[in-house]
């Protein structure tokens, strides 16, 4: 029985993440810690689990945690979890600046705990099963991807810079640039992008359109905007257009949902019957742990997809194309 | 208005469907390829000739449409335009903008009328999300992305196939989508553009280009000659500070056939379930606007603008680099 325990609750999958603990019969929910404590305390309430108002007694009963806190204190808590050494299941992006992305790297190597990065995507089914075509080499070479992660503007501390490190293009930049670095085992070269803040009263990025040249002459475009309007159906979505030199391959991460038109709410939604993706990693984020397997998503995979973030805003201040460090 | 088609080849036979509803008149035809030029003026009732120079010395048209392939337009617009016709000129207009410069001047300066053929600015579609941005109740557009697949075109001679000649996908296929941009949002400041050219994809192209406009528009376009099952289509989508537009023509089935086939029940991007498809409506108010010195929707000046933009994205190609654009060319 792996116990997990919380690390603030401020990012909104860690409730699909508890939710999913809950229903486990491998793994026990020990506690929520989350220096906000009322919310704290009401996802203790809702997931039955014990609130902690203080991090170090929650670490000590825990096997492995996971951390959603606000991006800017990743560091700060993976570091503590290591020192007692709690294994960390970390959600994206892995930090706001390359030197705690490293320091975090470093600390989980040098304590001997697993450090993942919470990339679900990666565990959609359709997502599973391009890959296992893509391994099998049915589009040939690969020349060009098209890829979007759009999404709602989500607001809160996502559009605080000292929290989130940056907006939509460091919230949705990372899924994609993972998906591409996993899929084909290659790096980003050069970064181009434009980044500005036009859709909405905030003092951060709200749209972004990326283009990346990939080692082997491969490029790729991503639109990481939160773009979406409020009468969108959706959240967002994740979506990729791979043209090789033998076929085509369109992957849609969201498509399996039913679209509902609910007349007392005066709202179009869709609702998932996909997979839970969440689930899927977190099972997989278990298993790393109950049986000292190395993760899948490593911290070194969140240190470069955080990289093109950062060199996007580093592209689109110079106006040019800029190396991305590997 | 005495109409003279010049060329005679695919691009010319979709022109000619739209004069044959339209029951405009096309008095001649010509192509340096007796039986495609004999064809195609049977089905108009039209006289066939080898060339534009026998054509201009045998007829007395009042306009020219130039249906060549690109590198041939150049030269046929002049030489129309120097015999007093007003020429309209399929897209896109030259392979340069010097080129296109040397051309607009030419037909202003000889006071003829040069209209442009980037018949999406006639397409529905894309007429009635510029007419919902216009509205502003969707408030200020910030994120547009366009998409734009079609069978990768032949030609004769396979004359597509030669970027010199043909401007490959970018100037083929992008160039209308630079140009929707252009006419939505007024210039580009900067582009980038890559391209799958040379790598393989035998004969297929498939290009992406991020676009900022002056206005502050960030835009993505996708362009592609394809050969798969789905490959004619046109996408785009506009998100404003308010709300968003989509359109996707695969999402567009007002009429669907299985089972059974009939040419009447097509799919693409120039959709035939109107009264009056794009390429008519462009028919109709260019020899309109010829015959009473109106204002098309697409005039040379007008196309000059996006044929600078379609050599920076060109240009952008061969530099690897974002291109900024110079002040307007004027």
């Given at each position: ?6 690390v ?7 409730f ?9 019969s ?12 009322e919310?704290g305390?009401q996802a203790?309430?809702q ?17 492995a ?14 570091l503590?979890?290591a020192?007692?050494g709690c ?25 001997g705990v697993?450090?993942?990065i ?9 997502v ?5 075509l893509?391994d ?9 991807i098209?890829?979007?992660?759009h ?5 809160g ?10 907006g ?30 036009m859709l ?34 959706a ?7 791979i ?9 849609d ?7 509902v ?11 998932s ?23 899948m998503?490593?911290?070194y ?5 955080l990289?093109a973030a ?13 190396p991305v460090?590997? | ?22 029951q ?15 064809d195609?003026a ?9 060339s534009?120079?026998k054509l201009?010395?045998?007829t007395?048209?009042d ?49 003829r009328q040069?209209?442009v ?27 547009v ?9 032949i ?20 160039l209308?989508d630079?140009?929707?941009?252009i006419?939505?949002?007024g210039q ?38 394809s050969?798969?099952s ?10 404003t500070?308010?709300?968003?537009i ?7 089935k ?10 009447l029940?097509t799919?693409?991007?120039?959709s ?11 028919l109709q ?16 000046r007008?196309?000059l603008q ?20 110079a002040?307007?060319?004027?």
């Amino acid at each position: 029985m792996v116990r997990i325990g919380f690390v603030s609750m401020a990012h909104m999958h860690a409730f699909s993440y508890a939710a999913v603990l809950q229903s486990m019969s491998s793994a026990t929910l020990t506690g929520i810690y989350d220096p906000d404590s009322e919310r704290g305390q009401q996802a203790a309430e809702q997931f039955q689990t014990e609130y902690h108002a203080e991090l170090e007694p929650l670490l000590e009963r825990c096997d492995a945690v996971i951390i959603c806190s606000e991006n800017s204190l990743h560091k700060q808590y993976t570091l503590a979890a290591a020192e007692v050494g709690c294994h960390v299941l970390c959600e994206k992006p892995i930090a706001t600046t390359e030197e705690d992305a490293l320091e975090m790297i470093h600390a989980c190597d040098t304590a001997g705990v697993k450090l993942e990065i919470a990339f679900p995507c990666r565990f959609a089914t359709p997502v599973q099963q391009a890959k296992q075509l893509l391994d099998q080499g049915i589009l040939g070479e690969i020349l060009c991807i098209k890829g979007t992660n759009h999404g709602q503007m989500p607001g809160g501390w996502f559009t605080d810079r000292s929290l989130s490190g940056g907006g939509a293009v460091m919230d949705h930049t990372v899924h994609v640039v993972d998906l591409i670095r996993w899929f084909f085992g290659r790096e980003i070269k050069t970064m181009y992008a434009e980044v500005d803040t036009m859709l909405y009263d905030v003092d951060i990025d709200d749209c972004g359109m990326l283009s990346m040249e990939f080692e082997g002459g491969m490029f790729a475009t991503q639109d990481p905007s939160w773009s979406r309007p409020r009468t969108f159906p959706a959240w967002g979505d994740v979506l990729l257009e791979i043209i090789g030199t033998k076929g085509t391959m369109q992957i849609d991460a969201f498509a399996q949902a039913l679209t509902v038109y609910d007349d007392s709410e005066k709202h179009v939604s869709h609702h998932s019957w996909a997979d839970n993706m969440d689930a899927l990693l977190v099972e997989h984020f278990l298993s790393v742990v109950r049986e000292d397997k190395d993760p899948m998503i490593t911290g070194y995979d969140g240190l470069q997809a955080l990289r093109a973030a950062l060199a996007a805003y580093r592209s689109s201040e110079e106006g040019a194309p800029v190396p991305v460090r590997r | 208005m005495q109409i003279g088609l010049i060329g005679c080849g695919s691009a010319a036979w979709a022109q000619a469907k739209a004069y044959h509803s339209l029951q405009l008149p096309v008095a001649a035809a010509a192509d340096p390829d007796e039986k495609a030029a004999q064809d195609l003026a049977a089905y108009l009732g039209a006289d066939a000739y080898p060339s534009l120079e026998k054509l201009l010395s045998s007829t007395d048209v009042d306009m020219l449409h130039i249906c060549a392939p690109t590198s041939l337009h150049a030269k046929l617009v002049r030489e129309g335009l120097e015999a007093g016709k007003h020429v309209l000129c399929e897209a896109p207009l030259t392979l340069d903008a010097e080129t296109a410069k040397a051309l607009v001047d030419l037909a202003e300066k000889g006071k003829r009328q040069l209209a442009v053929g980037h018949v999406f600015r006639y397409a529905p579609e894309y007429e009635a999300a510029k007419s919902q941005l216009e509205q502003g109740h969707l408030g200020s557009p910030a994120v547009v992305r366009t998409s734009r697949s079609r069978r990768t075109p032949i030609g004769w001679q396979r004359w597509y196939q030669d970027a010199r000649l043909s401007g490959g996908v970018i100037l083929d296929s992008m160039l209308h989508d630079l140009d929707f941009l252009i006419w939505c949002f007024g210039q580009p400041k900067r582009i980038l553009v890559k391209t799958t050219r040379g790598r393989g994809l035998q004969g297929m192209e498939h290009a992406l280009a991020t676009v900022r406009m002056k206005n502050g528009v960030i835009a993505h376009m996708e362009a592609g000659w394809s050969n798969t099952s789905n490959a004619d289509y046109t996408a785009f989508e506009i998100s404003t500070r308010s709300g968003m537009i989509s359109h996707d023509s695969r999402e567009v089935k007002g009429l669907e056939l299985d089972g059974v086939q009939n040419p009447l029940v097509t799919h693409g991007p120039a959709s035939d379930l109107l009264v009056q498809n794009a390429y008519e409506r462009q028919l109709q108010d260019v020899v309109r606007c010829f015959a009473a010195n109106g204002k098309p929707r697409c005039t040379g000046r007008d196309a000059l603008q996006t044929m600078q933009a379609g050599e920076a994205a060109l240009a952008s190609v061969a530099a690897n680099s974002v291109i900024h654009l110079a002040q307007e060319v004027t």
